[in-house]
């Protein structure tokens, strides 16, 4: 029997990497062109060409320029149509107006491509803007990748090439650096020499017309020279691309950002710079928390935590043990520690005793571990020795003062030797260093240096970078953390009794009947409909529109109850008198009826007033939550919670995050509020339903991603009540109000925000049945899935992952958590990840028996594709239809072609790749065949 399984070169298959990389054309080029090339002093074309020529990047340069027949001795072309040779990369510096004209002869030319140089575009309005239009309408007809325009250009180190107007040549180093801005870009390179820095690359990227920061994170994510990635952004530009790009990236490859524009002056300064509109702050960081890059406040923190990072293990926690031969550094260094969130280790008992058996009677005998001033290099040694192996700290700080018994270069010499011997202590917790001082601290710092131990001259920073990161552990603990499904309920994604679907009907009613009345603002009730629709609790709630139709609500619901306006036009009602608290008979209840009537009409007037809404008033015994989503330029739909009722704009205690959630997600954001404390139980009183909230959170968030016409909502209060275990409270949380606004009426569905993040894609949830009637569900993956997807592996033969590898790999390794987060934590938007669902019905279990996934190409509208059937369904057809909906939705998502790596002797896929319509090719590889389609 054959298996049917195929394989695809992506990060999860731990097989051939891709050899398209469009960018190579502009970073690894054979020949390059010189449009603009002059001989004039001082001029960017001159300057660019004597770049190019004077570091040998192994290729072919040629000046273009009409009216010279050669450029600093070099053969002149007067176009680039007159090049003999077939030209990679141009370099464009020319007026503004005829780079348009310039492109369209490149890409008449198959270059692949282009620097452009020259400013004068969107940076200075209309015109500039409709010069950029010209430009894209060229490069749409070919697969030319553009960088700028407005940029300084790109250095390629390590291969030589300089295509840029900056007046030196950067080091070769394992960092790749993006700028948005080139004059900081010739700031950097002048600070790169002096603090000994190199570059794997060195990247102006202008205003982003075409490649952008996606683009280039992909590129250097891939390139096996870069390490990390620093970047200085003014506007993040595609939002999604940046994303999608940065979270696959990031947890092999640290990034680090210096984004501009946190003050409102700065962020007016930026936009009027690069020509973009900046977003909220606030939503950036928590965009940058979500896909696992660490933002910074200075240029040189930017590089120190790129150095840490790519020399340094993350650490576990916030807790740090700092050694000093001085109490005044260690100090320093604590104040800086706690003020950035992190945490002074607790010594266990047993270092303790063993740091009294090695140290002087007046230690310090808690962290810090002053070990005194006349410390010895040996002194040092024991004490790290000892703290290295201490279970309660996450991470070391060496601090050094030079004084009469402490050399500093024979100290970092001890530590060097003794972390080169203890490799495996090394990996576990980091160690940095502060070496202070002046020249009598070189050697010892380039011994650190040498052993990869990250040095610093003042204490203070060194663990600020410590806290840093940490900070970048955090998130991307955050966003690989396998979560959790509420409920098997809530594993029905796409079943057609689902809550899922039936929420999103019944939302859909209720929001197509406001907008065909041409209405905005939804009413309360409708509203908390929604809201239930969801699972998410809401007080009970009845219209009035008179009197006694609030007074028979008030009967059935008990006493006491609350009224609020009815209204379809007024979303405060405080501010009108609108709300009666506390009405305890049919007698409190006319009044109040009357006194809401009458103080709507004298404040607003009467057409606003249409009745009230009838509720149990509810005492307030827990605390006032506000959970709410609202629309950032940017990112579309965000997501607010945090401390809510009439003060919440007073206390101001708000956490922001991109929808969708997961219930780590959901955590985390709670967990960066002050709220937080009391809500896990303070003073005796007993703590909230946390996992509920959890779950309510990330529901809410499935609804702020799925309901695309709702624009703002607000849940002010959601009242969370502790929960005792004696006496628990089924209604331990409660929406008492809800505010919706919808988008307007004459806006197109295609012209809606998108969010961020791409939402789970439950448009390709479907149900099939095998021939004996056994049905299954296909539906994309989720990060939930692990668990599954593990078990699944354990069903497979050797034979079949010998055939979807290329080679047999232990089921230990296939899966490990870390290689599980590649497989089941997808964004949809670069990969689509399906399985095959099947639910036990005598048992209710759920299996996987199939997994299937398409990972596009970046920059290409192709694909390759990867499946894998279980051994013991295969021969019944699964294969084939798994096989037959990834095709469909290739085409859903508009790709024009779709391959994959299979072994020449596995027949079946093969067989399976004939049957719908893929072309077998043969491969350099004579054991591999490639399969092929196009749409």
Known sequence: M?????????????????????????????????????????????????????????????????????????????????????????????????????????????????????????????????????????????????????????????????????????????????????????????WSFRENVGFSSFISIGSMLDVNWGDLIYYLGDDPNTHSI??????????RSFLSA????????????????????????????????AGSDAVLDAAFRRCGVLRVDTISELFDIAEVLAKQPRPKGPRLTIITNAGGPGVLATDALLKDGGELAHLSEKSIASLNEQLPLFWSHHNPIDILGDADPDRYQK??????????????????????????????????????????????KPIIASWMGDTDINDGELLLNQAKIPTYRFPDTA????????????????????????????????????????????????????????????????????????????????????????????????????????????????????????????????????????SVAATVGTEHFLGVTVQPMVKLSGYELIIGSSL??????????????????????????????????????????????????????????????EQLLVRFSQLVAEQRWIKEIDINPLLASPVDSANPNPSSLLALDARIVLHDASLSEDKLPKLAIRPYPVQYVSQWKFDDGMEVTFRPIRPEDEPLIVRFHETLSEQSVYLRYF???????????????????????REMAMVVDYKNPETGTHEILAAGRLSKLHGTREAEFAMMVSDRVQCRGLGTELLRRLLEMGRDEQLERVTAEILSDNLGM??????????????????????????
């Not at 984004?259 to 009027?272: D, L, P, V």
């Not at 093969?910 to 004579?926: A, D, M, S």
Request: a neutral charge.
């Open 807 to 829: 080679h047999l790999l232990k089921l230990s390794q296939r899966t490990a958590h870390e290689r599980m987060t590649r497989i089941c934590f997808v964004d949809y938007d």
């Open 910 to 935: 093969q067989h399976v790749c004939r049957k719908l319509g893929f072309e077998i090719l043969p491969t350099q590889v004579p054991s591999v065949v490639k399969a092929a389609i196009e749409f």
């Open 463 to 598: 663990a600020r970078v410590f806290s840093y990161l940490w900070k970048y552990s955090y998130n991307l603990r955050g966003i690989y953390e396998t979560p959790i499904l509420a409920s098997d309920r809530e594993a029905e994604i796409g079943d057609p009794a689902g809550i899922r679907v039936a929420a999103r009907a019944v939302v859909d009613t209720i929001i197509d009947r406001a907008r065909q009345a041409g209405r905005t603002l939804l009413t309360e009730v409708e509203s908390k409909q929604i809201l239930a629709a969801y699972s998410i609790p809401v007080v009970p709630t009845s219209l009035a529109a008179s009197e006694e139709e609030a007074v028979n609500c008030a009967e059935v619901l008990g006493y006491p109850v609350v009224l609020k306006l009815f209204s379809q036009t007024i979303t405060h009602k405080t501010d009108v008198g609108g709300v009666q608290l506390n009405l305890v008979d049919a007698e409190a209840v006319r009044r109040a009826y009357q006194t809401i009537e009458s």
């Open 2 to 190: 054959q298996s049917l399984t195929s394989s695809v070169s992506d990060p999860a298959s731990d097989l051939l990497r891709s050899e398209h990389r469009p960018l190579d054309a502009i970073f690894a080029p054979k020949s390059v062109a010189v449009i603009g090339a002059t001989e004039r002093q001082g001029s960017v074309g001159r300057i660019v060409l004597w770049n190019l020529i004077s570091n040998s990047f192994g290729g072919t340069v040629y000046p273009v320029n009409p009216k010279r027949h050669s450029v600093l001795g070099i053969k002149a072309y007067p176009s680039i149509a007159e090049i003999p040779e077939q030209v990679d990369l141009v370099a464009i510096a020319i007026p503004a107006a005829s780079v348009p004209g310039t492109i369209q002869e490149c890409v008449d030319a198959g270059v692949k491509g282009a620097i452009v140089l020259s400013a004068g575009f969107k940076e200075i309005g209309l015109q500039g803007v409709e010069l950029e239009r010209q430009i894209k309408e060229q490069l749409s007809r070919s697969s030319m990748r553009l960088i700028g325009p407005n940029c300084l250009g790109v250095i390629n180190p390590i291969a030589g090439l300089n295509a840029t107007f900056a007046n030196a040549m950067p080091a070769p180093g394992n960092v790749g650096f993006i700028s948005q801005s080139g004059a900081l870009c010739s700031a950097i390179l002048d």
């Open 383 to 428: 004490a790290l020795e000892i703290a290295a192996k201490d279970p309660e700290s996450d991470g070391l700080l060496v601090i050094l003062t030079p004084q009469a018994m402490t050399d500093p270069t024979q100290t970092a010499q001890r530590l060097k030797t003794w972390v080169e011997n203890q490799p495996s202590q090394r990996a576990k």
């Open 230 to 239: 620093v970047i200085y952004m003014e506007s993040i530009g595609d939002a």
């Open 632 to 693: 950032d330029p940017q990112f579309g739909s965000v997501l607010l919670f945090g401390s809510g009722g009439q003060l919440v704009e007073v206390f101001q205690d708000r956490a922001i995050a991109l929808p969708p959630l997961t219930s780590t997600l959901a955590r985390r954001l709670m967990e960066q509020t002050h709220i937080y404390k009391a809500l896990q139980g303070t003073r005796g009183k007993p703590a909230v339903d946390l996992a509920a909230l």
């Open 246 to 277: 940065a979270r696959e990236v990031a947890l092999t490859k640290p990034i680090v950002v210096l984004k501009t524009g946190r003050t409102e002056a700065a962020a007016q300064a930026a936009t009027s710079h690069t020509g973009a509109l």
